[in-house]
Each structure stands twice: as structure tokens, then as C-alpha cells.
Nanobody, 118 residues
């Protein structure tokens, strides 16, 4: 079993910055693809960004390219989402996941609320 815990969500003004953190624990012998989805009120959950096990490959949704940066610290099994130039449409609950390719299994965190005021 893998536990995923996010932190860092809060209220921020438009144009501001925020960094989310996500720590994975359990099955530490496994390597995880990690990433973020988000879900705004009344909308479906959507992909935001992901990073490969090694950290060498990243992917982003078109809506966040150039503004968000995902990175990871494998020594801490932690992934970060640096969010800049935030817009009100970035308001959502952000969910972190850890994905074990070999199983395959995906584990989700409980979510952290990001609210961007205009």
C-alpha cells in the first residue's frame, strides 16, 4: 500500500505563486510516476502535470505550460508543483497521485484546495 499526502494549498491572489508538495510513503522499494490532477467545482478531474520515476521526463496540460513546473526529490519520495502567474481558473482541488508502472496501480491523495482570487 502507498500513502500519498498533499500540502500547500491556500488562497492566493491572481498573478501570485504557490508551491504544492506531495509525499509518498510505503512500498519504498518501488519507484513511482507522480503527478497532479485538479478538479474545479462542477467540472471533471483533469490532468495537470506528471514527472517520471527518474525525474527526467515531465508532461504538462496545455493550460498550465509555461506557468507550472513539476519536480521531484527521490530521496524524499516527494514531488513539487510550482505554480506561477496563477489565474482564477486555476482554482480547484489539486490531487496528487503515485503510479506504479509495474503493477499497475495508482494511489491518490486526499486533495488540497487552491483558490485564486481575482
Amino acid at each position: 500500500q502507498v500513502q500519498v499526502v498533499e500540502s500547500g494549498g491556500r488562497l492566493v491572489e491572481a498573478g501570485g505563486s504557490l508551491r504544492l508538495s506531495c509525499a509518498a510513503s510505503g512500498r519504498t522499494s518501488s519507484r513511482y510516476v507522480m503527478g497532479w490532477f485538479r478538479q474545479a467545482p462542477g467540472k471533471e478531474r483533469e490532468f495537470v502535470a506528471s514527472v517520471s520515476e527518474s525525474g527526467g521526463t515531465t508532461r504538462y496540460a496545455d493550460s498550465v505550460k509555461g506557468r507550472f513546473t513539476i519536480s521531484r526529490d527521490n530521496a524524499k519520495n516527494t514531488v513539487y508543483l510550482e505554480m506561477n502567474s496563477l489565474k482564477p481558473e486555476d482554482t480547484a482541488v489539486y490531487y496528487c497521485y503515485a503510479y506504479i508502472v509495474t503493477t499497475p496501480s495508482r494511489y491518490w491523495g486526499q486533495g488540497t484546495q487552491v483558490t485564486v482570487s481575482s
